[in-house]
């Protein structure tokens, strides 16, 4: 038998074992946006009839077998770290016969644990969406102070990005005012947080969509919504989030362009003109290490997109089921960002289930609902649910050590 003395020994040993796994990033240095990794954070599910729910295509329908067209998401949450009143069960059977669960993104134990990953793996915060239209949705408002007390207890950071892609200029009279009333009213509060972000002591705020549609946004509407926000009070440090290829507007859309360059960061999105290790590779030399080289000599900051992957067959219709190359792809983002060191990285997305680019916890392939109707993709069989975000922990821990 082993004497009293070696098993204490023993024992403490394992206990100091599991401390030393247990590691924390610190908290974060709210007071800059330099050498950040963040996210772009919809939070736009709710349970059935609860609102803005983007599980379906038809609000307030419980999910279940259906045909493509009829849920919006590819991939499937994997909710086992939520508490069980964030969740609610739909109509598809998983493997071993129970019915499958999602959550609704206003539950405070969701949030709470969204935050809680951020710090265990070392992701700086959040860029929150806010819609154009949907100001009046309390539940929004509800979650944006989630946000601010978790991202506070957590020692994480957030900001707030308004997406200006339901917007047209067709019917731009009341768009101006409807902003600058949510910015003084519901956003303005936001930025006294300790955890908000701020550079050069201004409030952070992205303005995204510039450009990405311009036979529905015209340049002039873009640069009244810009200069409005910009002079708002408080002011803010502006982030604009414009098309992949904007340095081409110089010559073809110069319009455009004057206002891209009028913003503190550039920010390209990066779902669509790759999809692949190999046409990542031809983007990253073609246009990222273009793109920050134009920043530099402008005197703004670049931030660059990074995605783990997408899939949007069932919100689509139909069509095959997207691809993750089993991570090599977005590791090779990860990679260049340490190449680049750019002003800080924004990842699509944290929660995007209904793309399939969300990084968070994802049921694998021997997971999901198996039936056919209307299918699912899973991360690879053995991998962690929370593997792409601990795969983008590592890199940021890299990151961070570039700017210190």
Not at 208 to 221: C, E, P, T
Not at 338 to 350: E, I, N, Q, S
Request: hydrophobic letters at 35%.
């Amino acid at each position: 038998m082993r004497s009293r003395t070696a098993v204490f020994l023993y024992l403490v040993g394992i206990n100091i074992t599991i401390a030393a796994q247990t590691v924390f990033a610190a908290a974060v240095d709210a007071s800059s946006l330099q050498g950040k990794v963040l996210y772009g954070y919809q939070g736009f599910f709710r349970r059935p009839g609860h609102g803005n729910d983007h599980w379906m295509i038809k609000f307030g329908e419980i999910p279940g077998p259906s045909t493509p067209g009829d849920v919006q998401f590819d991939t499937f949450p994997a909710v086992e770290q939520y508490p069980q009143e964030c969740l609610f069960s739909t109509n598809f059977v998983l493997p071993d016969g129970s019915k499958a669960k999602l959550f609704e993104s206003n539950c405070t134990g969701v949030v709470d644990t969204h935050f809680r990953w951020m710090q265990e793996n070392s992701i700086d915060g959040i860029l929150v969406q806010r819609f154009y239209g949907q100001f009046d949705d309390e539940s929004f408002l509800q979650l944006l102070s989630q946000i601010r007390t978790s991202a506070e207890k957590y020692g994480r950071s957030f900001a707030v990005e308004y997406d200006l892609s339901p917007i047209s200029s067709t019917d731009f009279s009341a768009v101006v005012p409807a902003l600058l009333d949510d910015y003084s009213n519901n956003i303005a509060p936001l930025m006294t947080s300790s955890a908000y972000l701020h550079h050069q002591g201004r409030p952070v705020l992205e303005l995204w969509g510039f450009g990405v549609d311009k036979n529905k946004l015209n340049a002039a509407d873009c640069a009244a919504i810009f200069h409005v926000l910009r002079s708002a009070n408080p002011n803010p440090y502006v982030i604009v989030g414009v098309q992949w290829d904007w340095r081409f507007d110089k010559t073809q859309n110069p319009d455009y362009y004057t206002v891209y360059t009028q913003a503190d960061v550039i920010q390209p999105w990066c779902v669509g003109p790759y999809d692949d290790p190999a046409s990542y590779e031809s983007y990253y030399q073609q246009h990222s290490v273009s793109d920050k080289a134009l920043t530099d000599q402008l005197g703004l900051k670049y931030a660059p997109c990074i995605t783990p992957g997408g899939s949007a067959r069932n919100r689509a219709g139909g069509g095959p089921l997207g691809s993750r190359y089993n991570g090599t792809y977005y590791e090779a983002q990860l990679k260049h960002m340490l190449d680049l060191k750019p002003f800080f990285v924004f990842g699509a997305m944290w929660d995007e289930y209904p793309e399939s680019s969300q990084v968070i916890a994802t049921l694998t392939q021997k997971e999901v609902p198996p039936a056919e109707n209307p299918g699912f993709l899973g991360i690879d069989d053995g991998k962690d649910h929370n593997y792409y975000l601990q795969l983008a922990g590592r890199y940021a821990v890299r990151f961070h050590q570039l700017w210190t």
